[in-house]
Antibody, heavy 116, light 107 residues
Framework: EVQLVESGGGLVQPGGSLRLSCAASGFTFSSYSMNWVRQAPGKGLEWISYISSSSSTIYYADSVKGRFTISRDNAKNSLYLQMNSLRGEDTAVYYC?????????WGQGTLVTVSS | AIQLTQSPSSLSASVGDRVTVTCRASQGISSALAWYQQKPGKAPKLLIYDASSLESGVPSRFSGSGSGTDFTLTISSLQPEDFATYYCQQFNSYPLTFGGGTKVEIK
């Protein structure tokens, strides 16, 4: 069974940093590209970052470019999102999602709250 | 970036009704479109990919159609468990983009 489990969310002050993790199991993690998608409270879905299976290709949404860094460790079956210079508008539930062109599996999400 | 416009943003329907949600892309995306269902407090769930292919395990009352710029999600006979928010998403090019969502509520 495919499982994606996010962790690392929490309360952080504006300007602070946080690192999210996504632990994958039930599939060959190293064969799949991965994405991070977020959802602000009461709002729709926003894609924020993509990483290819070998980490050779990375994309970011303009809203996070220069502040967030996506990475992965295929040996540990893990995906990461380093978030720096956090702002109030980054408050959201953050999901990792497996890429099969469509996003076929999603984690349960981890809540990031940016507030003083 | 490719913009996706979903309509309506919300609708009220009864159990057994036929429900249609539309998604319009700002430029042609061939069939690179997916539909997701999201219930409160839960992650999105893939329903349809490649515009019209039903994801494994998804009931056959869900169907998708369209190509190019105009797409449709249809629920042939609405069931109680179908009350949720539905999103379209294009994967033709990065940045990936989602429609604004359609909330299906009980009439």
């Amino acid at each position: 069974e495919v499982q994606l489990v996010e962790s690392g969310g929490g309360l952080v002050q504006p300007g602070g940093s946080l690192r999210l993790s996504c632990a994958a199991s039930g599939f060959t993690f190293s064969s799949y590209s991965m994405n991070w998608v977020r959802q602000a409270p009461g709002k729709g879905l926003e894609w924020i970052s993509y990483i290819s299976s070998s980490s050779s290709t990375i994309y970011y949404a303009d809203s996070v470019k220069g502040r967030f860094t996506i990475s992965r460790d295929n040996a540990k079956n893990s995906l990461y999102l380093q978030m720096n210079s956090l702002r109030g508008e980054d408050t959201a539930v953050y999901y990792c999602a497996r890429d099969s062109d469509e996003l076929d599996y999603w984690g349960q999400g981890t809540l990031v709250t940016v507030s003083s | 970036a490719i913009q996706l416009t979903q309509s309506p943003s919300s609708l009220s329907a009864s159990v057994g009704d036929r429900v249609t949600v539309t998604c319009r892309a700002s430029q042609g995306i061939s069939s690179a479109l997916a539909w997701y269902q999201q219930k409160p407090g839960k992650a999105p769930k893939l329903l349809i990919y490649d515009a019209s292919s039903l994801e494994s395990g998804v009931p056959s009352r869900f169907s998708g159609s369209g190509s190019g710029t105009d797409f449709t999600l249809t629920i042939s006979s609405l069931q109680p468990e179908d009350f949720a928010t539905y999103y379209c998403q294009q994967f033709n090019s990065y940045p990936l983009t989602f429609g604004g969502g359609t909330k299906v509520e009980i009439k």
